[in-house]
């Protein structure tokens, strides 16, 4: 478990990934995931994570944090991560769309507006209602 002092993500409720659970920039999970990328010891990360956690019920996919508390952890690369948080969207293991962190914020509020609305695109339009009969 990756920690810096008494701080980790597994209390957060969500499923915290580490590199194994990747094969290059492929996540070996099915089905669609938001992943958070972040560091503990990053004060934006830690306070977007009660954030992002407080959607896990409302968006339509699940929500991991990969945790890349080390700084050596080839995560960084793969993803090319520059600021932390930053959230991948995978489908069935291919990364689909990404919201990158900005420098000295993060990720704000509004960045989990865009990423409802990112999912909402890759899940297509809900099906029609039943039809009425006049």
Same mark, same amino acid.
């Given at each position: 478990?990756?920690?810096?002092? !008494?701080?980790?993500?597994?209390?957060t $409720?969500? =499923?915290?990934? +580490?590199?194994?659970?990747?094969?290059?920039? +492929?996540l070996?999970r099915?089905?669609?995931?938001?992943?958070?990328f $972040?560091?503990?010891?990053? #004060?934006?990360?830690? $306070? /977007?994570? #009660?954030?992002?956690?407080?959607?896990? =019920?409302?968006?339509p996919?699940k929500?991991? @944090?990969a945790?890349?508390t =080390?700084? !050596?952890?080839?995560?960084?690369?793969?993803f090319? @991560?520059k @600021?932390?948080?930053?959230i991948?969207? /995978?489908q069935? &293991?291919?990364?689909? &769309?990404? @919201?990158? &962190?900005?420098?000295?914020?993060g990720?704000?509020?509004?960045d989990?507006? +865009?990423?409802?609305d990112?999912?909402?695109?890759?899940?297509?339009p809900? #099906?029609?209602?039943?039809a009425? !009969?006049?």
């Amino acid at each position: 478990m990756a920690k810096t002092g !008494n701080r980790s993500w597994d209390s957060t $409720g969500l =499923e915290v990934l +580490r590199t194994n659970d990747f094969e290059a920039t +492929r996540l070996k999970r099915d089905g669609t995931y938001a992943v958070c990328f $972040g560091a503990t010891w990053c #004060p934006a990360t830690r $306070g /977007f994570v #009660p954030k992002f956690v407080a959607r896990k =019920e409302s968006l339509p996919a699940k929500l991991a @944090i990969a945790d890349i508390t =080390e700084l !050596n952890d080839p995560l960084w690369d793969s993803f090319k @991560i520059k @600021i932390t948080p930053t959230i991948v969207v /995978f489908q069935t &293991g291919a990364p689909v &769309g990404r @919201i990158d &962190g900005r420098r000295f914020v993060g990720l704000r509020s509004s960045d989990l507006v +865009r990423l409802t609305d990112l999912l909402d695109t890759l899940s297509g339009p809900a #099906p029609p209602g039943p039809a009425s !009969n006049p």
